[in-house]
Every structure is written in structure tokens, then in C-alpha cells.
């Protein structure tokens, strides 16, 4: 890759220097350990228990609104 490419990523307004670059990449690290974790039916933890609960809420109400709306 380029310089000049690594400088446009870089510098770009949703690039690695701001939010919309990362919270992304969290919410991709947070789904694949949800992912990981369905072998795990003994859940101890109630901690990330309430953390999956609640994005699966939230990412199944954001779907319907988005079904809704077309």
C-alpha cells in the first residue's frame, strides 16, 4: 500500500482517529465473542450475560424499525 493511500486512511473524516472508525471494530470484537460463547451454556457470569441480552434487545428493535420503515 501506498503512502500517499495510508495518509488518505489515516486522515480521512471516519478514520482511525475517530470514533467512527472504532466503535465499530468493538462492536465486531463484542459479536464475535458472542459468537465464541455459544458453546458456553453454563453461563457463571451474569455480567456479559446482561451485556448479550441487551445488544441482542437493541440490534432486534433497530432491525424491526429498519423492517418497518421499507
Known sequence: MSTNKLLAFWNH???????????????????IANIADFSNYNMKNWNPF???FAM???????????????
Do not use: D, E, M
Not at 473524516?13 to 459479536?31: E, L
Not at 434487545?57 to 424491526?64: A, V
Open 50 to 52: 446482561s451485556v448479550n
Open 56 to 70: 441482542a434487545r437493541t440490534g432486534l428493535y433497530q432491525l424491526s424499525r429498519k423492517i418497518k420503515q421499507n
Open 13 to 31: 473524516p471516519a478514520g482511525p482517529k475517530t470514533i467512527h472508525f472504532w466503535a465499530p471494530t468493538f462492536i465486531w470484537g463484542i459479536s
